[in-house]
């Protein structure tokens, strides 16, 4: 099977070389892809001088811009599956073994890694696992499954959803309204937990100002996404 890791990256340059570094050492089976945001500081350099495989964008697409590039990437160049690892080396690659192991077993079209399974590592601040408590009881309330993770942003996809992802996939904070989106469709969506870390450097772009905004859009999204025909 070919293999895709798509690295969304703005402003990383303090972690981007460990992050491709923890790759290369815990998933050699893997290829990746680095989507660099057009960050302002100096990731491009060092994906240039250490002759990552990158794609730099002309302009910031955000999030959901910049990991739909991945999976149109993915999908063009033929993969088989694609898994999302932040460039902020919070996700450990040590995972995606099994996590693909289990997505070819059990037939599956996207498997979550979930913090909240074993409630191991960073957990989150307290702030924001009342947000992510609130959207999986959203996300039951609509479509009867329960997603602890539904933030995670460590999720693998199989051929199927990459071509949906890589022409459709929401543009702001797409976690949650992702999973929605392919939940309607019927496809089959499980969780394994995993261990992930805290930001080594570098700022989340979900700041405190911006929390409710976004629960407010993300709230009316997964409920637009739930009645789309």
């Not at 290829?31 to 060092?46: A, G, L, M």
């Not at 730099?56 to 149109?72: F, M, S």
């Not at 996300?139 to 071509?163: A, Y």
Request: proline share 4%; hydrophobic share 35%; net charge neutral.
């Amino acid at each position: 099977m070919k293999k895709l890791i798509i690295i969304p990256a703005y402003n990383e340059s303090e972690n981007i070389e460990k992050t491709v570094q923890a790759i290369e050492k815990e998933a050699p089976d893997f290829e990746y892809v680095i989507i660099n945001d057009c960050s302002q500081d100096e990731t491009k350099r060092i994906c240039e001088k250490n002759h990552y495989n990158v794609v730099n964008l002309p302009i910031n697409l955000g999030i959901g811009g910049a990991v739909q590039t991945g999976y149109r990437y993915g999908y063009e160049e033929g993969y088989d599956l694609a898994v999302q690892v932040d460039g902020d080396g919070q996700h450990d690659p040590g995972f995606l073994k099994s996590m693909a192991e289990y997505l070819t077993e059990q037939n599956l079209d996207m498997v979550i890694g979930s913090r909240f399974i074993r409630k191991e590592g960073f957990q989150s601040s307290g702030v924001r696992r009342i947000g992510i408590k609130y959207f999986t009881v959203l996300i039951q309330m609509l479509t009867g499954q329960k997603i602890t993770d539904p933030t995670s942003g460590l999720r693998m996809i199989n051929r199927d959803v990459m071509k949906i992802f890589a022409y459709d996939y929401p543009k702001d904070y797409p976690e949650p309204e992702s999973v929605v989106a392919i939940l309607r469709r019927k496809k089959k969506v499980a969780e394994l937990p995993v261990i992930m870390k805290a930001r080594e450097g570098g700022v989340s772009s979900i700041s405190p100002k911006k929390s409710v905004y976004y629960m407010i859009k993300v709230t009316l999204a997964i409920l637009i996404e739930w009645i789309r025909k």
